[in-house]
């Protein structure tokens, strides 16, 4: 067990925003975290990496309890957050923006500088331009490549397909496939349940800052009721 998030409860001042919220992922897995806009999806991550500490509950990194550390010591612990406005540097090139990430990780492993452009060929072939230059789609493909820079034991991805064409969502399908097959772990926030069936393995649904309802994914995808309820297709 990678991470293990147990009654956790965070709020934005005085708005309970999560409610004894509770998790689990094994290492190398893909989980969603499904759920409509503005349902805690974000927060959770937000909780996980302790850039939005839960008041109460724990919360167990690499079978350590990591409740209320900040984010950079989450980081150097070995989590990767991406969120969904992904935060890369739009002053240093794409190449740098890959460089920086490697020399502030304290992390080593198979995914380098090389590997990396392997993986992303549209990363070497924009390493010159800025950040703020490059189109979203390769902004998307630039934050998960800086992640993995930093060799991560999991990476939070929040609404890694929203606002993508289709056949760069199908190209991100194919590097997250990539990815697992090398042992990566993933938790990903994602409205898009189309999307999370071709890349997670299960699911669960949050409703008002609350789990209503958890399964595998093609569970979750061959329940109608609970889809109607709280989806969106």
């Known amino acids: ?18 409610q004894d919220i509770s998790l689990l992922v094994d290492s190398g897995e893909v989980v969603a975290l499904l759920g409509r806009n503005g349902v805690g999806k974000t ?17 167990h990194f690499k079978e350590t309890e990591v409740t209320g550390k900040p984010a950079y010591a989450m980081a150097r612990l070995g989590l990767a957050y991406i969120p969904d406005d992904l935060r890369i540097f739009p002053d240093l090139t794409c190449r740098e923006n890959l460089e920086i990430a490697q020399k502030l990780s304290h992390q080593t492993g198979y995914y380098t500088l090389e590997k990396v452009e392997e993986l992303f060929p549209i990363l070497r072939a924009r390493k010159k331009q800025k950040g703020l230059n490059l189109s979203g789609g390769e902004k998307k493909m630039l934050s998960l490549g800086r992640a993995l820079m930093a060799n991560p034991g999991l990476i939070l991805l929040d609404e890694p397909s929203e606002g993508l064409a289709p056949l760069i969502v199908r190209s991100l399908i194919e590097v997250i496939h990539e990815i697992q097959e090398r042992g990566m772990t993933l938790l990903l926030a994602d409205q898009n349940i189309k999307f999370c069936r071709q890349v997670c393995s299960r699911g669960y649904i949050i409703e008002k800052g609350t789990i209503v309802h958890n399964d595998t994914m093609e569970g979750i ?8 309820k709280y989806l969106v297709l």
Not at 6 to 13: A, E, F, L
Not at 43 to 59: A, Q
Not at 221 to 228: F, H, S, T
């Open 1 to 18: 067990m990678i991470l293990q998030v147990q009654s956790i409860n965070t709020y934005y001042d005085t708005s309970h925003i999560l």
């Open 43 to 59: 927060t959770t991550l937000r909780s996980i990496m302790g850039l939005t500490p839960p008041r109460s509950g724990t919360i």
């Open 221 to 228: 995808w061959n329940n109608e009721a609970v889809i109607k």
